[in-house]
């Protein structure tokens, strides 16, 4: 079973090359972040043929997560427990967009499902735009939100095979980032701050792809001719709890997705799950051959 993350920066834009790609690749189920519209507005009818069924959580031309899927969706969730709010409320989606704890508007940032035993989080972490900007607290207060709600989760359930999968806009090694523009100490991203709060989801979930893909970046901004020299940042992960990584049997960051025409600044993560190893459900509805 192949999962995915993808940050495609506009899925009305690039809708026909991510369902190429999910075919192609033969993934079964992928998470989107950035798709950049409401879900009346999601080419829907392109994946449906590719034979995906959707989840879309999206609220303006901004942010937005979703999951495409080749198998049943259950449990849906449109932000977590905890999830702070940030700014003013969207024009004529007050009645779906919700405040957080703090009283600020919710922004479209998280999406949750669960597909056989797996329980799949699509997320989409704030920026945090620059260093003493109110939106950078944002992130924090986002990213520890989510901190404690992950660790409720497998507290519950210790076995829960559980990955948080998205854009998390943090590099949290100087390995992980080789764009000139982004300074340790004087810039978002690459701060102490938020690499410390990365660093704090380690006793709940881990990086399942850095220990079979050491290197490479996973965004390469669009200016100043980044990708060609490889300027880029590793920024988007599959961080999986200890019953999720135990199942991975491969994983791939897909460089090439950044060449070609109006690429996405992002490309795809995936990892490759053995269904075996995740009990009865994935073992009697999902055992296929794998593909890698």
Known sequence: MRIATWNVNSIRTRFGRVVDWLVREDIDVLAMQEIKCRPDQFPVEAFEQAGYQLEIHGLNQWNGVAFASRHEMTDVARGFTDMPGFGAPIKGQED????????????ARALGVTVG?????????????????????YKLNWLNALRRDTAAWLEED????????GDWNIAPLDSDMGDP????????????????VFASFAPHVEDVVRPIVPEGYTFWDYKAGRFPKDEGMRIDFIMGSRAFADAVTGAAIDRDERKGDAPSDHVPVICDIDPTLLGDTFEDEYDRPMVF
């Open 158 to 165: 210790p076995d829960l095979p559980l990955a948080l999968m």
């Open 117 to 137: 035993d797996l329980r799949l989080w699509s997320l989409y972490v704030p920026n945090g735009r620059a260093l003493g900007d109110p939106h950078l607290e």
């Open 181 to 196: 523009s982004f300074t340790l100490g004087s810039s978002t991203h690459v701060s102490p701050e938020e690499r410390a």
């Open 96 to 107: 779906v967009q919700g405040v957080g704890p703090n009283g600020l508007p919710l922004e």
